[in-house]
């Protein structure tokens, strides 16, 4: 097994390929975030969240700039007709591109008070926008353009962009950060990073069960992340989360047992599954953009 690999538990064998190892893809990024997968040409798009850019890389253009200034986007993915949805905290909502270019923006209150600053996103098979409201735009310098805080706290939002309907579904954390769906939609996992800079915070992944698919309920802390705090992760078709750390990506089965890692030289943010048969991660950490070939694949399409 590589070098670039912990194993914990022998189940991960079945997971990463024998062969795998890290590749450096792209840096020079200040920190990069929120990566998403196009396979019509087979290219990554990230944030660089804190350089107020976005990025692009392919096989056969290497590093290009998408957008500058880009609002601070941070987390970013695609809705079901293609089109790439992101989270800006510097506009505080939530945007997509549409087909001529231009940035739209869906939803930026929740009744009639601003958002904080959306961090990070899902879109269910339904086509709904599940998105995380952490304060980071407003209190973090590099990360938005400031502001007052409106919302009386930092939500999950599950928003319905053809309806318009926004509503908070999940009022019991502090610092929600990344989230992403079990395989069968049935389960919602969302990331606390409030340990980032309060104190004895929370630096964990709950789990939470979706009912009548548009409500979470009975949370309860699926795994404890350390070092470091998790922020993005991603769910392979196994039901395995695959969550971002201080130096890995640490992998965990649906049961909560911590199967290895995949050791990251930079401090891990988020990552994307992708490549023609989604069993390629895509890893952005610090002020690169990172891959590795596993044996199995993402569930998001």
């Excluded at 670039?4 to 991960?12: N, P, Q």
């Excluded at 196009?38 to 290219?43: A, G, L, M």
């Excluded at 200034?69 to 945007?95: F, H, K, M």
Aim: proline fraction near 6%; hydrophobic fraction near 35%; charge should be negative.
């Amino acid at each position: 097994m590589a070098e670039a690999i912990e194993i914990y538990d022998d189940r991960l064998r079945a997971t990463v390929s024998s062969d795998a190892s890290l590749q450096k893809l792209a840096n020079g990024a200040v920190h990069s975030e929120g990566p998403v997968y196009f396979h019509e040409d087979d290219s990554v798009v990230w944030s660089d969240a804190h350089g107020n850019r976005l990025l692009r890389w392919s096989p056969t253009d290497n590093v290009s700039v998408l957008r500058e200034p880009s609002d601070y986007q941070s987390g970013n993915y695609r809705d079901l007709e293609g089109r790439l949805v992101a989270c800006s905290s510097g506009l505080r909502a939530i945007i997509r591109r549409e087909d001529n270019g231009e940035w739209k923006v869906l939803v930026d209150r929740y009744q009639g008070k601003r958002l904080n600053s959306p961090n990070d996103l899902v879109v269910k098979s339904d086509g709904t926008i599940w998105f995380t409201d952490p304060p980071y735009g407003i209190t973090e310098p590099n990360q938005g353009y400031g502001g007052e805080q409106e919302q009386p706290g930092s939500y999950v939002y599950h928003f319905d962009p053809a309806t318009g309907e926004i509503a908070p579904v999940v009022t019991d954390m502090i610092r929600p950060n990344g989230l992403a769906f079990s395989p069968d939609e049935s389960l919602l996992y969302v990331s606390d990073t409030a340990a980032f800079n309060i104190p004895g915070g929370p630096h964990h992944v709950r789990v939470y069960e979706v009912v009548d698919r548009k409500w979470a309920k009975n949370g309860r802390v699926f795994a404890v992340i350390e070092p470091g705090q998790p922020d993005g992760f991603r769910v392979d078709e196994s039901g395995n989360v695959f969550i971002s750390s201080e130096d890995s990506v640490q992998v965990y089965a649906p049961d909560g047992t911590r199967l290895g890692k995949i050791l990251v030289p930079e401090v891990c943010a988020n990552l994307t599954f992708g490549g023609k048969k989604r069993d390629r991660l895509f890893i952005t950490a610090g002020k690169s953009l990172y891959a590795i070939n596993l044996n199995t694949r993402g569930v998001q399409r």
